[in-house]
């Protein structure tokens, strides 16, 4: 009989360091806490984390530092597990913080549109300095040459006119945050095209090695990133970014970032909460489902 009960134990105890270990090592799961990702994955539901997607992050990488096995690239469009970037106590280690589950739509070095809600608009992406077309009453002729003097924008000649008469002068979007700013209500400038309404920048997600440039509708977004991921004092005066004292107009980061968004756009249980997400805080990959209420989703491939 205690012959029987060693065999059991020794049984009991080998299951546990199995499990221990393929949790470790091979594949986690998590439960979805919220509607944010439906209709791709339900609140309730079971799904099983593969850690090998993006090669395994090795335990513990606040205690032995952040490692990597087998590193590969997270795709667009990939629904990916992480460690809360932006806890409420700071100084909890990364493998113990919450987790959470989004889609990532911007991977290191990818430029998105975000809106002044910073979701992702789904449209084409311009670089800043590529020009847009304005149209404004001629009479207001004087008041944008005071503002282009003022804000030290030179060679900017007019480029057409309207059938009514309005004057035509194109602006980068840098360009269009300066003039706007000075302007305020006594100009009326009209885009003509639709598509880069002034509440739509483009934001690019920080890769490794490579400078940012710091723009007015960035500079909160990677100050915050910098103080909380990359190890430096940083603040925002006016539109200015200062790094360790220093006024700068580009920064280059250490790591990779990424940007994740809910299916729902409601849900701020992503990116718009908690900003880029660094590489060392990146899980696994959504693999399977294996615990569901809904009819024909056991084991369904999660994409």
């Known amino acids: 009989m ?3 009960w060693k065999t059991v134990l020794k049984g009991a105890a080998g299951c546990i360091l199995a499990v221990i270990l393929v949790k470790a090592f091979l594949v986690t799961s998590c439960f979805i ?11 309730g539901e079971g799904v099983l984390i593969n850690k090998w997607s993006y090669g395994l992050r090795m335990p513990f990488p606040s205690v032995f530092g952040y490692h990597r096995l087998g590193s590969c690239d997270i795709k667009e ?7 809360d970037p932006n806890p409420a106590n700071p100084s909890k ?6 987790v959470f589950i989004s889609r990532c739509i911007g991977t290191a070095g990818d430029t998105l549109l ?13 670089s800043p ?23 030290d924008i030179r060679d900017n000649p007019l480029v057409g006119y309207t059938e009514d008469g309005d004057f035509i002068r194109s602006f980068s979007r840098y360009e269009w945050y300066l003039v706007s700013q000075k302007a305020g209500k006594k100009i009326t400038f009209m885009p003509l095209n639709a598509k880069l309404a002034d509440e739509v920048h483009p934001f690019v997600v920080p890769r490794k090695d490579v400078p940012v440039t710091v723009y007015p509708w960035n500079a909160v977004l990677l100050c915050n990133t910098i103080m909380a991921h ?19 107009r580009s920064y280059t980061f250490t790591k990779n970032y990424y ?42 491939r999660v994409e």
């Open 33 to 43: 806490p919220s509607s944010g990702m439906e209709n791709t994955l339900y609140q």
């Open 2 to 4: 205690h012959a029987n």
């Open 77 to 83: 469009g990939d629904i990916v597990l992480f460690n």
């Open 129 to 151: 300095d590529n020009k847009a077309l304005y149209v404004y009453p001629a009479s207001q002729e004087d008041a944008v040459q005071a503002i282009l003097d003022e804000v």
């Open 114 to 126: 975000l809106n002044k809600e910073l979701i992702d608009t789904g449209n084409e992406v311009w």
């Open 259 to 300: 940007w994740m968004a809910s299916n729902d756009p409601v849900n701020l249980s992503d990116s718009r909460l908690f900003g880029f997400v660094p590489e060392e805080y990146i899980i696994g990959k959504a693999w399977r489902i294996w615990f569901t209420t809904r009819k024909g989703r056991f084991l369904q």
């Open 230 to 248: 990359e190890g430096k004092q940083a603040t925002v005066k006016g539109d200015t970014l200062w790094i360790e004292g220093k006024p700068v």
């Open 93 to 98: 280690r990364i493998e113990g913080r919450e």
